[in-house]
């Protein structure tokens, strides 16, 4: 069956715009997480959701991100006001239970 | 934060040597996963060893995992070129996986 998939794999965008970036998980998996990784570095935690809960949003840098799930299914990150330092590369992953996660290709984020 | 710590940040061996990587990290975990990435991009899932294994093998991937050094290690026998990439371990405290740096692994032919 379909992967993770996320959409746009690339943004560019202008220091101080908004931006929204998409994750379809695997069909079934209940679990959802965002990650972040810069370059040279491995991927940090960002939020977890269980369904359509946030179950743990602590690695959420600041109140600019923040982060849906409505359906329990797609996903959606929202940054506001983006900073040049906001640029890495934006991964999902799904679960079903506490097993391994399975990754998307990712959405590379680019602020001028 | 980031919890595992893999070793060394590079290694660079030719196909059909086998290498070896080591990850330590610092609290308790439930789980010990390794994951590869290929141009920064698109981590793949290689082998999840559960806190109450010691050793895993798939294909010609063997995890170590020992919970009293907080440490575990990755071999990849007789490697190939097309085994280049970054490796990461991550551990699961819970509700979300920690990595480390990873690894930078080249195999030239």
């Known amino acids: 069956g379909a992967g993770v998939s996320q959409t746009p794999s690339n943004k560019v965008t202008e220091k101080g715009k908004y931006v929204e970036l998409r994750c379809d998980p695997i069909?079934?998996?209940?679990?959802l997480y965002w990650y972040r990784q810069s370059l040279g570095q491995g991927p940090e935690f960002l939020i977890y959701?269980?369904?359509?809960?946030?179950?743990?949003d602590s690695g959420l840098p600041n109140d600019r991100f923040f982060a849906v799930r409505p359906e329990g299914s797609v996903s959606t990150l929202k940054i506001q006001r983006t900073e040049r330092g906001d640029s890495a590369v934006y991964l999902c992953a799904s679960s079903y239970g506490n097993n391994e996660q399975f990754f998307g290709p990712g959405t590379r984020l680019t602020v001028l | 934060s980031q919890q595992g710590e893999e070793d060394p940040q590079a290694l660079s061996i030719q196909e059909g040597e086998n290498a070896t990587m080591n990850c330590s990290y610092k609290?308790?975990?439930?789980?010990l996963q390794w994951y590869r990435q290929n141009s920064g991009r698109g981590l793949v899932h290689l082998i999840l060893i559960r806190s109450n294994e010691r050793e895993k093998h798939s294909g010609r991937l063997r995890v170590t995992l020992d919970t009293s050094k907080k440490s575990s290690s990755l071999l990849i026998t007789a490697s190939r070129a097309a085994d280049t990439a970054s490796y990461f371990c991550a551990t699961d405290v819970g509700t979300a996986l920690i990595f480390g740096k990873g690894t930078t692994l080249s195999v030239s032919s």
């Open positions: 959701f269980q369904g359509t809960g946030a179950a743990d």
């Open positions: 609290t308790s975990i439930n789980n």
């Open positions: 069909s079934g998996h209940t679990a």
